[in-house]
C-alpha cells in the first residue's frame, strides 16, 4: 500500500478538520440536539399508580403517607382538586389559583422571602391570609418634608414602601406536560438566537423587529420551560414541589411548605422515591392536546397567526414537538408603569437605604410564553385568570406584545374572529381520562 506523502497527510487532515467543523457549525445554528425518537413512555402499572395518587384526596397522618400526611398548609387535599378541566389533569378555575408572595428586603430586616399564602391549615393557629402576612410585614409609609434655607425651599416626599405582594396564579393543564420534558436546551436557546435573523428573513420579510426576543430563564438543571415564569426546568422536579407546596407532602428532594405564620415544623419525607416517581410516570404519559379540524375560517386564522405576528412568541413546533406554540422565553406583557405602582409595591426609595430586590431570574412582571395548546379548553386565561375570554387574552397582551395586539385589532372584523376560530381548534385531547369523583374540584374557601 502506498503512503501518502506528508503534504497528502496535512490536505487529509486538512479535509477532515474542515468535515469536523462543519458538523459542529451545523450542529451549534441548525440542529435542536437529539431528536425526540421516541414520546414519553412509562410502566402501565407505575401509570396506574400515580393515578391513584393524583386522585387521592389526602388527610393529615395519611396512612399513605410517611410522614405527617396532609399540611400543615396545603391548598387543596388532591391534585385533580385543581388539575381537571377537559379532563383528568387538565387546568383549574380561579378558585383554583394559588397565591404566591414576596417579600422584599426592608428597614431593619434585609431578607428576601418568597412562598405561598395556603388555602387551609391543620391548625387554626397557623392560618395563612394575606392579611396576616401584611400585618407581619407592614408597609413603611410615606412622608414628606421641607428642607432648604428661608426663601428657597424645597419640599421632599418620600412614597410610601409596601414590602409584601401576593400574587394569583391559575392551575395549568398539564396535558403533554412530558412532551415539553423532552424539549431540548438547544432548541429553545437556538429559536431564542435565530428568531430576529432566520425565522423573520425567510418567513415574514423582516416586519417583526417590534417584538423584542424574550429572555432565556437558566434554573438549576438548565433553562425553565415548566411554571408561568419557567421556574423549572424539568417536570420531575415540578411534580415534587407541587406535592411539598400545593399539599404539604414533603419529598426527599422538596421539604413540605412551612407556616409562614410559625416556627418550622419538621416531618419525615410524605412521599417515597417510588411514589413520586409514579406520579411523575402518571403526569408525563397524560395525552397530548390535538388541533382539530376547524374548516376554512380557523385555516385562515391560523395563518393570520403567523401573519400579524403571534407565532413569533408562541412558536408552533419547537425541538420536535409539533403544534406546542411556545418559545418557553419571559416577556413582560405591561406597558411601565410609574414606580411605586398602585399598591406602593416597588423598588424600596432610595431614601430607606435597603438592598434591591434580588435577581431571581424573573422580574416581577416577566412571564413566560404560555404554550397554546389546549387553550380552549383552559378558561379563563391569563397567568392570574384576569381574561375570561381568548379574545380578552388577546387584548391583554401590551408591553413587548403591544405591536401584535394593535395588528391584531387593526384586522377586518372576520378576520378576528378567524383567529378566535384557530385557538378553538387547540383542544384538550379528547381521550384524556375523566375523574373518578369529580366532587373532589369543589374547594371549601377561607
Ligand atoms: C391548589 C391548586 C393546585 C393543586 C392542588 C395542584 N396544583 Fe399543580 N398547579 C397549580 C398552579 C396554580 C400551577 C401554576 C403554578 C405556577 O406556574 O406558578 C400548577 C402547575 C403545575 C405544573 C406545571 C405545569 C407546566 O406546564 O408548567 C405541574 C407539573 C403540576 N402543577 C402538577 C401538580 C401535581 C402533580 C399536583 C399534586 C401533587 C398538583 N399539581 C396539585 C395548582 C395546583
Ligand atoms: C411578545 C410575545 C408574544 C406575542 C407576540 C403574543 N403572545 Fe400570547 N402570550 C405571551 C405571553 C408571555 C403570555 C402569558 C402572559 C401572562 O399570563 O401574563 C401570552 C398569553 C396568551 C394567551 C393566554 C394563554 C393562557 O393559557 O392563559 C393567549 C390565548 C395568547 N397569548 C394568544 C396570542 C395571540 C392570538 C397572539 C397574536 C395576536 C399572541 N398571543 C401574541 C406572549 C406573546
Not at 118 to 147: C, D, I, Q, V, W
Request: aromatic fraction near 8%.
Amino acid at each position: 500500500m502506498r503512503r501518502l506523502s506528508p503534504s497528502g497527510q496535512r490536505k487529509v487532515f486538512g479535509l477532515g478538520m474542515l468535515l469536523v467543523a462543519g458538523l459542529a457549525g451545523y450542529w451549534m445554528f441548525f440542529s435542536d440536539g437529539l431528536p425526540i425518537i421516541w414520546g414519553p413512555s412509562a410502566r402501565a402499572s407505575e401509570i396506574a399508580a400515580g393515578r391513584e395518587l393524583f386522585e387521592r384526596e389526602w388527610s393529615p397522618n395519611d396512612p399513605e403517607a410517611h410522614g405527617d400526611g396532609l399540611g400543615p398548609v396545603f391548598n387543596a387535599r388532591s391534585c385533580a382538586a385543581c388539575h381537571f378541566q377537559g379532563g383528568l389533569g387538565g387546568g383549574g378555575a380561579n378558585e383554583h389559583n394559588a397565591v404566591g408572595f414576596e417579600v422584599l428586603p426592608r428597614p431593619g430586616d434585609h431578607s428576601f422571602l418568597t412562598g405561598t399564602v395556603h388555602n387551609f391549615s391543620t391548625s387554626p393557629a397557623e392560618k395563612e391570609t394575606s392579611a396576616r402576612l401584611n400585618k407581619m410585614y407592614p408597609m413603611t409609609p410615606g412622608r414628606s418634608f421641607t428642607t432648604g434655607s428661608p426663601g428657597c425651599q424645597t419640599t421632599v416626599t418620600i412614597p410610601d414602601f409596601n414590602p409584601v405582594r401576593t400574587q394569583p396564579v391559575q392551575a395549568t393543564a398539564l396535558f403533554g406536560a412530558g412532551w415539553i420534558d423532552l424539549i431540548s436546551d438547544r432548541a429553545i436557546l437556538r429559536n431564542a438566537r435565530n428568531r430576529g435573523i432566520r425565522t423573520a428573513a425567510r418567513e415574514f420579510a423582516l416586519h417583526f423587529d417590534d417584538i423584542p426576543v424574550g429572555k432565556v430563564r437558566h434554573v438549576s438543571g438548565g433553562v425553565g420551560k415548566f411554571g408561568w415564569r419557567g421556574q423549572f426546568h424539568s417536570l420531575a422536579e415540578f411534580v415534587s414541589a407541587a406535592c411539598a407546596n400545593e399539599l404539604g407532602l414533603g419529598t426527599l428532594t422538596a421539604q413540605q411548605a412551612q407556616p409562614f405564620t410559625g416556627p418550622e415544623r419538621a416531618s419525615e419525607p410524605d412521599l417515597d422515591r417510588s411514589q413520586v416517581r409514579a406520579l411523575v410516570s402518571f403526569v408525563k404519559t397524560l395525552p397530548r392536546p390535538v388541533e382539530a379540524d376547524g374548516g376554512e375560517p380557523a385555516a385562515r386564522g391560523k395563518h393570520l397567526f403567523r401573519e400579524i405576528g403571534c407565532a413569533a412568541c408562541h412558536v408552533p413546533d419547537l425541538g420536535g414537538v409539533t403544534g406546542v406554540y411556545s418559545d418557553f422565553l419571559l416577556y413582560v406583557m405591561d406597558d411601565p408603569t410609574p414606580p411605586g405602582g398602585s399598591d406602593g409595591y416597588g423598588p424600596a426609595p432610595p431614601q430607606l437605604n435597603v438592598p434591591a430586590r434580588p435577581d431571581t431570574g424573573a422580574e416581577p412582571a416577566e412571564w413566560k410564553t404560555p404554550p397554546l395548546w389546549g387553550v380552549a379548553d383552559s378558561a379563563p386565561y391569563w397567568h392570574d385568570g384576569s381574561a375570561a375570554t381568548l379574545k380578552d387574552a388577546i387584548l391583554h397582551h401590551n408591553g413587548n406584545g403591544k405591536a401584535v395586539t394593535k395588528r391584531y385589532q387593526a384586522l377586518p372584523t372576520a378576520d378576528q374572529a378567524a383567529v378566535l376560530a384557530f385557538l378553538g381548534t387547540l383542544k384538550a385531547p379528547p381521550d384524556a381520562l375523566p375523574l373518578r369523583n369529580p366532587a373532589i374540584t369543589r374547594l371549601a374557601r377561607k
